[in-house]
C-alpha cells in the first residue's frame, strides 16, 4: 500500500519520529554534560546510608558525635604540636606526671615530680632547680590571695591542673616547652636561658629546658595538678 506523505497523520507521525532519534543522539553523546548522581551520606561507623532529615538519622548522627568525643583524649593538643616530644615516656598516656610539686622556697625553688602508671618508678622525679614569680617590690606574695591575684607577678600558690601547653610563649619565642597551669593570668612552666637563684619571672616558673620539655611531654590537660607553697623570699 503506498503511503501518502502529504497527509497530515504521516507528516505528524514523521516529526515525533525524528524528534526521538534526535533525542536519543543527545543522550548518547558524551560531549553534552550531564550531574553526576548524587552519593549518599553514609554513617562512619556502619558504612550505610543514613537519612540525616529524619528523627532517627539526626539521632543516630548525635550519638556519634558523641562517642568521637569521648575517644579524643584532652592531652591531644600536645600531640597536635611541633614541639620536640623525645622526652616523652614510651607508655604515655598510661604513665604520665600526676602531679608537679613547686617549692617556693629559696633559694632553689625546687620542683618534684610524682607518677603515677604501671612505669611511675622508672621516670625522673627530680628536684629541678627553678625561678618563679618575682612580685612587684612590694607585695606579698606568701599571701595567698595575693599570689593569685591578676597583676601580682607572683607564682599562684595553691593547687591548680594543667590547663594546656604551647609550643614557647608568645611574647618570648625563646621560652619553650609551655605547659599552662594558670591560662586566665597566662601562668605556666617553660624553659628559660637563665634561670637565675631568685624569684624572677612575672608569674611563670621558669625551667632549665630539660626540666621543662619533661613536664610538657608527659603531663595531661585536667589530670596533672600543680601544687604550689613553700615561703616565698626574694
Not at 27 to 33: K, N, T
Not at 71 to 76: D, G, K
Not at 98 to 110: G, N, Q, R
Request: with cysteine.
Amino acid at each position: 500500500m503506498a503511503i501518502d506523505w502529504n497527509a497530515p497523520a504521516t507528516r505528524a507521525s514523521v516529526l515525533a519520529l525524528s524528534a526521538i532519534v534526535l533525542l536519543g543522539f543527545a543522550a548518547c553523546d558524551s560531549s553534552v554534560p550531564r550531574p553526576a548522581p548524587a552519593a549518599p551520606i553514609r554513617d562512619s561507623s556502619f558504612n550505610a546510608p543514613v537519612d540525616f532529615t529524619s528523627d532517627a538519622g539526626a539521632a543516630k548522627r548525635g550519638e556519634d558525635r558523641v562517642a568521637e568525643l569521648k575517644n579524643v583524649e584532652p592531652f591531644h593538643p600536645v600531640e597536635a604540636s611541633n614541639a620536640d616530644m623525645s622526652l616523652r615516656n614510651d607508655d604515655y598516656p598510661h604513665t604520665y606526671i600526676e602531679s608537679i610539686h613547686v617549692d617556693l622556697t629559696s633559694p632553689h625553688h625546687w620542683v618534684t615530680l610524682t607518677w603515677t602508671g604501671p612505669r611511675a618508678d622508672r621516670q625522673e622525679t627530680g628536684p629541678f632547680h627553678s625561678s618563679p614569680g618575682r612580685g612587684l617590690g612590694y607585695n606579698d606574695c606568701d599571701n595567698t590571695d595575693e599570689s593569685t591575684r591578676n597583676g601580682s607577678n607572683c607564682t599562684p600558690k595553691g593547687e591548680n591542673v594543667v590547663e594546656g601547653f604551647s609550643d614557647y610563649l608568645p611574647t618570648y619565642p625563646r621560652c619553650k616547652f609551655v605547659t599552662w597551669f594558670n591560662k586566665s593570668r597566662q601562668i605556666a612552666f617553660h624553659s628559660h636561658w637563665q634561670v637565675p637563684y631568685y624569684p624572677a619571672s612575672h608569674g611563670c616558673v621558669r625551667l632549665p629546658a630539660h626540666a621543662a620539655q619533661l613536664i610538657h611531654n608527659n603531663s595531661r590537660i585536667g589530670e596533672t595538678r600543680v601544687i604550689v607553697d613553700g615561703t616565698w623570699s626574694r
